[in-house]
């Protein structure tokens, strides 16, 4: 049972676009989300997050938007650079019992010049 | 600072063999945590350690035991390998003690196969 999930395990979006990454999920006692960016060969590496108390979140080209009535969560990025071609993760942990982080499947984002 | 150090950063096990992989963080974190990476499926949680001296189950633990050696160091063991534990493995560390957001900080990743 997947309680995090990312449905499109690919994205292509060409430079200077807004790519958009989606992600639902089915605990509502998820208190915090994140999204976390992996190149190949290394570790992913921490982006952005958002408390369940807000509905967006925004950090430089990096927007996150939270729906908790729909249990739905998106990664905006605008505009989109070739180096943010990579693999993103989004991720859900409850506020007590937070180690046990969990990660959805990932979707890998193309952005092409 | 190098951040979360991982050693080896590749393995090949036959059926069988034991081998433990090595992880260090230079962040002064408390917590620390063992994943893994298969096609299709994510990350999924070994083991974590909260702080020093304690460690748990975390969503699929069997076939691996770790020791939280110091506040610096988290090592997962593979005791008789199995082809089914073929994966990416990752480390991380955390500052926060499980509270809020806890962004985690991660390792660059061992690729273990077993034959």
């Known amino acids: 049972d997947q309680q995090v999930k990312q449905n499109s395990p690919s994205l292509s979006v060409q430079e200077g676009r807004i790519s958009i990454l989606n992600c639902d999920y089915t605990?509502?006692?998820?208190?915090?989300f994140l999204w976390y960016k992996k190149y190949p060969a290394e570790g992913p590496t921490f982006l952005i997050s958002i408390s369940s108390i807000k509905d967006k979140n925004e950090d430089g080209r990096f927007t996150v938007f939270l729906n908790k009535s729909a249990k739905h969560l998106s990664l905006h990025i605008v505009p989109s650079q070739p180096g943010d071609s990579a693999v993103y993760f989004c991720?859900?942990?409850?506020?007590?019992?937070?180690?046990?982080?969990?990660f959805g499947a990932g979707t890998r984002l193309f952005v092409k010049a | 600072n190098a951040g979360v150090t991982q050693t080896p950063k590749f393995q090949v096990l036959k059926t069988g063999q034991s081998m433990t992989l090595q992880c260090a963080q230079d962040m002064n974190h408390n917590s620390m945590y063992w994943y893994r990476q298969d096609p299709g499926m994510g990350l999924r949680l070994i083991y974590y350690s909260a702080s020093e001296g304690t460690t748990d189950k975390g969503e699929v633990p069997n076939g691996y035991n770790v020791s939280r050696l110091n506040k610096r160091e988290f090592s997962l063991r593979l005791e008789s390998a199995a082809p089914s534990q073929t994966s990416v493995y990752f480390c991380?560390?955390?500052?926060?003690?499980?509270?809020?957001?806890?962004?985690?900080?991660f390792g660059p990743g061992t690729r273990l196969t077993v034959t």
């Open positions: 991720a859900a942990s409850p506020f007590t019992g937070g180690f046990k982080t969990i």
């Open positions: 605990n509502s006692m998820f208190d915090y």
């Open positions: 991380a560390s955390s500052e926060a003690l499980g509270q809020g957001a806890n962004e985690q900080y």
